[in-house]
């Protein structure tokens, strides 16, 4: 995110607001450079990703950068790839290695699998519930105060491309993330979700429980409900220690947990 009209002291790290004047002459420049080839060599802006807020009586711009699709990347500067493609780490941006580059523009010439656009499927094709269980742990994760918590549920799958905006059809990252079994079926055949936990290796018992992505009423059979019901199956005996936090509710989430979900989307 980039906020024009603040100005950061370097040594507190302290923001004051300065504001900006001449609004309508920063956006038109601001235009005219990102779709200059010679400066940029792709804009992947659009008016949906710059506002203008007023504060304290003075304006400010706030610009917010989306992840560049593969086949836009590298986004680079000054026309050569080499000198003016960068990286954002933390608070710093870092130039690219020659190979970090090649690789981008080796991938770059390959359609994603998961960006493909289900013509026949629409937001409606979403399973509510996995939506609402998804977005509950988007903002769990990310803070109450993203700004991707306040967008309708159609805008928040445009930003997590689950929805093309476009097309407004699905993508297949989409579907199979959120979507319902009966219809993943239909675009992969061959899709099966199976976990089994096998106590003892030594018996005739081919499994002592069993999860399957097959229709069942208790859930969709998507890969996001999948994840969770294996991480609640392998988080159930774990001790949780009594402590809270700063607004005395109890804390549930211990570091085994979140050790066990990393571990499971590996």
């Known amino acids: 995110m980039i906020i024009l009209g603040i100005k950061e002291d370097k040594k507190t790290k302290i923001c ?10 920063i956006l038109k420049d601001f235009w005219n450079t990102i779709n200059n080839k010679e400066k940029i060599s792709c804009n992947i802006l659009n008016d949906d990703y710059i506002e203008t807020k007023k504060i304290e009586g003075k304006m400010i711009i706030i610009i917010n950068i989306p992840n560049a699709n593969r086949q836009d990347k590298p986004v680079y500067i000054n026309n050569n790839p080499i000198t ?28 994603s699998k998961d960006e493909m656009i289900l013509e026949e499927y629409t937001i409606d094709n979403i399973d509510k519930e996995t939506l609402e269980s998804y ?17 309708s549920d159609r805008d928040f799958l445009y930003m997590i491309r689950a929805l093309d905006r476009k097309t407004d059809k699905l993508t297949l990252a989409g579907l199979l993330m959120l979507g319902k079994v009966q219809d993943i079926i239909q675009v992969r055949p061959n899709y099966f979700l ?14 002592s429980h069993r999860i399957t992505s097959s229709a069942d009423e208790e859930w969709a059979g998507n890969l996001w ?31 085994v947990h979140k050790s066990v979900r990393e571990r499971t989307c590996k």
């Open 194 to 207: 199976d976990y089994r936990e096998i106590k003892d290796v030594t018996t005739t018992e081919r499994w």
């Open 84 to 111: 003016g493609t960068f990286k954002r780490y933390h608070d710093g941006d870092y130039k690219c290695t020659k190979e970090e580059i090649r690789v981008m523009f080796s991938e770059s010439s390959e359609q």
């Open 135 to 151: 977005r509950k742990r988007f903002k769990l994760h990310k803070g109450d105060n993203h700004e991707w918590n306040n967008l």
């Open 16 to 25: 004051d607001l300065e504001g900006i004047e001449n609004v309508n002459d």
């Open 225 to 255: 409900g999948f994840f969770n019901k294996i991480v609640n199956r392998l988080t159930a005996d774990i001790e949780v220690p009594f402590a809270l936090d700063k607004d005395m509710m109890r804390i549930d989430d211990t570091d």
